[in-house]
């Protein structure tokens, strides 16, 4: 039981961060946000709440095993953990430069940090257990694509 309750933890916290972040977002989706030069390959802003919840659901759940291999791994699961919290705290960090700030220079320079941070997150995973690395390979890709778009955003707005 114990197992299922770190990993509900780590869920409720996942989703808790996006939560906040999403009320950072909320209010320059309809004032700010539409007002920018978007590349033709901007999805709509309908489809960002589904994707980040799933993901962030899909962190969680990967945070969770990591924890639940503490005893097993002690040290790099802490190491791994740190990464973990380091991350998503510059994951809603970027939606306050971006959405709060409108500082997209700061925006852009700090995904790429995440996106790095992100994938170092994915190593430590992969070998305390490789499901949870599994679990980050979506949000990886997703970043992948936010890194691109946000790089995008910046270049077509300032130049």
């Keep these: 039981m114990k197992k299922y309750l770190r990993i509900s933890y780590c869920i409720i916290i996942c989703l808790t961060i996006g939560f906040f972040s999403g009320k950072i977002t909320q209010s320059s989706i309809t004032t700010w946000y539409p007002t920018l030069v978007?590349?033709?390959?901007?999805p709509?802003?309908?489809?960002?709440?589904?994707?980040?919840?799933?993901?962030?659901?899909?962190?969680?759940?990967?945070?969770?095993?990591?924890?639940?291999?503490?005893?097993?791994?002690?040290?790099?699961?802490?190491?791994?953990?740190?990464?973990?919290?380091?991350?998503?705290?510059l994951n809603a960090l970027w939606s306050y430069l971006f959405f709060s700030l409108h500082n997209l220079?700061?925006?852009?320079?700090?995904?790429?940090?995440?996106?790095?941070?992100?994938?170092?997150?994915y190593k430590l995973f992969k070998p305390i257990n490789p499901i949870a690395a599994k679990l980050f390979i979506p949000y990886i890709?997703?970043?992948?694509?936010?890194?691109?778009?946000?790089?995008?955003?910046?270049?077509?707005?300032?130049?």
């Design 38 to 42: 978007k590349p033709i390959f901007n």
């Design 44 to 89: 709509p802003n309908w489809i960002f709440a589904p994707v980040w919840t799933l993901l962030y659901i899909g962190m969680g759940i990967a945070a969770g095993l990591i924890w639940n291999e503490i005893e097993n791994q002690q040290k790099q699961v802490k190491i791994a953990l740190q990464y973990f919290v380091l991350q998503l705290g």
């Design 105 to 121: 220079l700061l925006a852009s320079i700090e995904i790429i940090l995440l996106l790095l941070i992100i994938i170092e997150c």
């Design 141 to 159: 890709a997703w970043v992948s694509f936010a890194t691109l778009l946000t790089l995008s955003i910046f270049y077509l707005n300032n130049f």
